[in-house]
């Protein structure tokens, strides 16, 4: 495992413990930072092992404050045209593992659309989200205007995203931004809890799941459809669906190989 100088990495039951480590800054992500993300996520992929990848925030205070704002402040027009962060997020949505955010504090505009691109967000108490870009003259450009309405609808993240307002873990919850809410004390065992549940299936199977949904998403039903079918059509041909199917009939736990 490579050193890094903002995150702190961990390797447990088969779960990458990604945590953001710049609490002086509440983990705002500057360029340093996001580099160290898109390295931890290669890290994260090539180790057969893993099966999730859990993002949090070092403390309880912040998960992440969002985008470097001097480091922003400094930004030419034609330098927000490189991928940068929606890329790397992109980049986070497309990995083959399973990403969860646990978050507790502040997960403002990067910050928020961070916790966005991950597949499962898992929200503290004390959770603040929120996409206050517009304060700032800029707009939210991770995928927050695009992520946060096909998550929770149009009309409530235009309201998020217009007005600038931070709703806490259960407000989080209640609207669908968070697939789940839980004490300060016991948001890591909740994302351990889920990551254990997921790490029970077979790599193939969550990783196809994991595309249709995606990739189904954003296009027509019908062709949507056939991903799906396509994508099941590999799995029906690895041994994993086999082993699957024969524990179920043999009335025994499966073990998955990833084949
Ligand atoms: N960037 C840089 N520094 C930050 C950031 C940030 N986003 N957030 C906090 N900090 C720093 C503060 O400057 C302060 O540093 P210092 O001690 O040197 O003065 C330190 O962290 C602690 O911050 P506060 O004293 O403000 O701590 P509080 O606990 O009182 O408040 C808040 C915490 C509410 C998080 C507050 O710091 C805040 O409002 N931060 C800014 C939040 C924000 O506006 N985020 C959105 C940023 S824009 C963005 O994310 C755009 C993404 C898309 C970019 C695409 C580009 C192409």
Not at 67 to 92: S, T
Not at 100 to 127: F, H, M, P, Q, T
Request: net charge neutral; charged share 30%.
């Amino acid at each position: 495992m490579k050193n890094y100088e903002n995150l702190d990495i961990e390797i447990k039951d088969g779960v990458y413990w990604l945590t953001l480590n710049r609490p002086e800054a509440r983990n705002a992500l500057d360029a340093s930072m996001l580099n160290e993300i898109d390295q931890a996520i290669d890290e994260a992929e090539q180790e057969e092992n893993v099966k999730v990848i859990i993002i949090q925030g070092a403390g309880d205070k912040s998960f992440a404050a969002g985008a470097d704002i001097k480091q922003l402040n400094a930004r030419k027009p034609l330098e927000a045209l490189v991928p940068g962060m929606q890329g790397l997020y992109n980049k986070i949505e497309n990995c083959k593992k399973v990403t969860v955010a646990a978050v507790s504090g502040y997960a403002l505009g990067g910050g928020c659309e961070l916790a966005l691109a991950c597949d499962i967000r898992i929200a503290a108490k004390n959770a603040k989200f929120g996409l206050p870009e517009l304060n700032l003259g800029i707009i939210p450009g991770a995928g927050g205007t695009q992520r946060l309405s096909r998550i929770i609808g149009k009309g409530r993240a235009l309201d998020m995203i217009l007005t600038g307002k931070i709703i806490d873990g259960e407000e989080a919850e209640r609207i669908g931004l968070a697939t789940y809410y839980t004490s300060e004390k016991e948001l890591a065992a909740k994302a351990e809890a889920v990551a254990a549940e997921i790490s029970k299936k077979g790599p193939v199977a969550i990783q196809l799941a994991k595309f249709a949904v995606h990739k189904g998403y954003d296009i027509d039903e019908g062709t949507a459809m056939w991903i799906e079918k396509l994508s099941q059509a590999v799995a029906f041909g690895t041994e994993d669906k086999k082993e699957g199917t024969s524990a179920f009939i043999e009335k025994r736990k499966a073990t998955f190989k990833n084949r």
